[in-house]
T-cell receptor
Framework: AQSVTQLGSHVSVSEGALVLLRCNYS??????LFWYVQYPNQGLQLLLKYTSAATLVKGINGFEAEFKKSETSFHLTKPSAHMSDAAEYFC??????????????FGQGTTLQVKP | EAGVTQFPSHSVIEKGQTVTLRCDPI?????LYWYRRVMGKEIKFLLH????????ESGMPNNRFLAERTGGTYSTLKVQPAELEDSGVYFC??????????FGSGTRLTVV
């Protein structure tokens, strides 16, 4: 069965600092992996997704994530945090591996705080 | 292209009452999903429609929850009677085989 663990429910960084949000997954099949962001009072927005085409995935707003099969990780990074990045971030895996129609298994979420 | 639309955006009801949430998926998306996030917990899958058929309803918490998808278009999720533990944010999403998920903005349900 697929599962996702996000390490750290809260992460605080200074504006301009590196953002690193950790996600480890477990999957019995080659996975599709996702990062979503939820800004206050808004819905879930897709940041990026891994679909086996390339291990380094670039997303919106300067975010990227690297798929590392040996470490079963899919950590999200951004070189320089901006105040507008403050939000909650969710890592997810599709339960059907390489499919756009499987149900998603979410991690617990990480709240990112950006300090001026 | 219109996105996934959910309404109401917020609902406050008393314990024992009935509430119906609605989701309008992206036109042409055969797959429609409901998810829920209760306070402080992870987002959890409730069920999956393919067109008007329930493909997977393994996440539905109990028989107080009833989901329908009329004619394979919009979907409703009814909670009857509502309990305090049903409070949370209910998300709807739709997808097509060649296109990934799009989520709606969610309905925040508060049962008092």
């Amino acid at each position: 069965a697929q599962s996702v663990t996000q390490l750290g429910s809260h992460v605080s960084v200074s504006e301009g600092a590196l953002v690193l949000l950790r996600c480890n997954y477990s999957s019995s099949v080659p996975p599709y992996l996702f990062w979503y962001v939820q800004y206050p009072n808004q819905g879930l927005q897709l940041l990026l997704k891994y679909t086996s085409a390339a291990t380094l995935v670039k997303g919106i707003n300067g975010f990227e994530a690297e798929f590392k099969k040996s470490e079963t990780s899919f950590h999200l990074t951004k070189p320089s945090a901006h105040m507008s990045d403050a939000a909650e971030y969710f890592c997810a895996v599709s339960d059907q591996g390489s499919s756009n129609t499987g149900k998603l298994i979410f991690g617990q979420g990480t709240t990112l705080q950006v300090k001026p | 292209e219109a996105g996934v639309t959910q309404f109401p955006s917020h609902s406050v009801i008393e314990k024992g009452q009935t509430v119906t949430l609605r989701c309008d998926p992206i036109s042409g998306h055969d797959n429609l999903y409901w998810y829920r996030r209760v306070m402080g917990k992870e987002i959890k899958f409730l069920l999956h429609f393919v067109k008007e058929s329930k493909q997977d309803e393994s996440g539905m918490p109990n028989n107080r929850f009833l989901a329908e998808r009329t004619g394979g278009t919009y979907s409703t999720l009814k909670v009857q009677p509502a309990e305090l533990e049903d409070s949370g944010v209910y998300f709807c999403a739709s997808s097509a085989a060649s296109y990934g998920y799009t989520f709606g903005s969610g309905t925040r349900l508060t049962v008092v």
